[in-house]
């Protein structure tokens, strides 16, 4: 049985950074893809990171490219996502998500078995 725990998040003003950490337990295989969706009030659940354990590939949305940074630790099963120069439009329940391999449609919430409880992150301006 696959669990997903996170850790991070809170309020923060534009400008600032955010941790969250995305711990994973009972996973069958020893390389899996790992990441966070996001979701805003009203809107449709998006992928903004994720990585292969396996290699460290890592595949980051429009929105997150040069701002936000994933990483993983395989000894303890566990993948962070750095947020830095957060902005206001950030501001959504941030969920993680896991799946056995990242392919081409890495973002799309359909493609993930595995979910997170979520942590909220706000910015303010």
């Known amino acids: 049985h696959v669990q997903l725990v996170e850790s991070g998040g809170g309020s923060v003003q534009a400008g600032g950074s955010l941790r969250l950490s995305c711990a994973a337990s009972?996973?069958?295989?020893?390389?899996?893809?790992m990441g966070w969706f996001r979701q805003a009030p009203g809107k449709e659940r998006e992928g903004v990171a994720v990585?292969?354990?396996?290699?460290?590939?890592?595949y980051y949305a429009d929105s997150a490219k040069g701002r936000f940074t994933i990483s993983g630790d395989n000894a303890k099963n566990t993948v962070v996502l750095q947020m830095d120069s957060l902005r206001p439009e950030d501001t959504s329940m941030y969920y993680c998500?896991?799946?056995?391999?990242?392919?081409?449609?890495?973002?799309?919430?359909?493609?993930?078995?595995?979910w997170g409880q979520g942590t909220q992150v706000t910015v303010s301006t």
């Open positions: 998500a896991a799946e056995d391999y990242c392919g081409g449609s890495w973002n799309l919430e359909q493609n993930y078995l595995y």
């Open positions: 990585i292969w354990t396996g290699g460290g590939s890592t």
């Open positions: 009972g996973y069958s295989y020893s390389s899996y893809c």
